[in-house]
């Protein structure tokens, strides 16, 4: 699967200009697309530094802009009509229009960031925005159950920025969907080291971790029996709480993990504490599961 970022022709995107081309190139072109206009010298060293990460950002997006280059040694007439007063200098123009600039030699964090608000001038959406979109999507198809669609929208992602931690955790929750534990983990295994540590994958380590122990999980009914026998046997609450958490009854397995860290905080060298931060890593932050649980077993801890 591809993801249609509304790619251009690469020779289509950036071009040289001239005195006689200008109007074409830049302001007639700009009625249907943003055109950033570098007026540049073959002399001036920043120049240099600047262009080919101008046109790097550019290309990034795939269309949204495009970038016309302007030699002001050979259009003199051009750089005094816009008063150009030092190089390099970058215009943004939309609509026959100048709406943005600026002068001197970027850092390619700030040029990036310059072309993404031509974009949305423009009223487009850079590649990173629309990812989000498709990750959004991908994330609805996994709640509705399709774990196959989800899995390949995913890696379509991951195919436009391998290193996108949102995608990755996806795409491991959907292989552990459709009971791939071990697919999931050599997915995971094989992320990029620059996000390994972020909040995303270390939550589809802890889903895989909770993944293989549903596998082993007991019957529910029998676990709970059990604990009703002997509210004191911490084991089978402990096996119990697993069983629910693998039924998808997440909060009623959070309850009896409190409630056994209430009744014994050390019990199997802190199992108990140990599973409920599995857990809680493994749902979203702003689940009222984890808020609840968090508060429940912090005012617990400092009692």
Not at 177 to 199: Q, V, Y
Not at 218 to 244: I, K, S, T, Y
Not at 251 to 276: S, T, Y
């Amino acid at each position: 699967m591809e993801l249609n970022l509304g790619a251009a022709p690469a020779d289509d995107l950036i071009k040289d200009t001239t005195e006689a081309t200008f109007m074409a190139d830049v302001v007639q072109a700009s009625q249907d697309v943003p055109v950033i206009v570098d007026f540049w010298a073959p002399w001036c060293g920043p120049c240099k530094t600047l262009g080919p990460m101008l046109e790097d950002a550019v290309r990034a997006v795939r269309g949204a802009v495009k970038m016309v280059k302007v030699n002001v040694d050979e259009a003199q007439n051009i750089a005094g009509q816009l008063q150009i007063q030092s190089i390099p200098t970058v215009y943004a123009f939309y609509k026959g229009q100048p709406v943005d600039g600026f002068q001197g030699a970027l850092p390619g964090s700030e040029v990036k960031a310059f072309v993404d608000r031509v974009v949305k001038q423009g009223g487009g959406e850079a590649p990173g925005d629309q990812l989000a979109e498709a990750v959004e999507a991908a994330e609805q198809m996994l709640e509705e159950g399709a774990a196959v669609d989800a899995a390949q929208t995913f890696a379509a992602i991951l195919g436009e920025d391998p290193a996108h931690a949102g995608a990755y955790g996806g795409l491991v929750r959907a292989h552990i969907a459709m009971g791939e534990i071990d697919k999931a983990e050599a997915i995971l295994n094989g992320a990029p080291a620059e996000i390994s540590k972020t909040a995303e994958l270390e939550a589809a380590h802890a889903q895989i971790e909770l993944a293989r122990q549903a596998a082993d999980a007991g019957p529910v009914a029998e676990l709970e029996a059990a604990v009703e026998a002997d509210p004191a046997n911490l084991q089978a609450r402990f096996d119990l709480a697993q069983a629910l958490y693998a039924g998808g009854r997440v909060q009623e397995a959070v309850d009896h993990l409190l409630d056994l860290f209430r009744r014994d905080r050390e019990w199997n060298d802190g199992a108990a504490k140990a599973q409920l931060f599995t857990i809680f890593e493994a749902l979203k932050p702003n689940d009222p599961v984890v808020l609840n649980g968090r508060r429940k077993l912090s005012s617990m801890i400092f009692a």
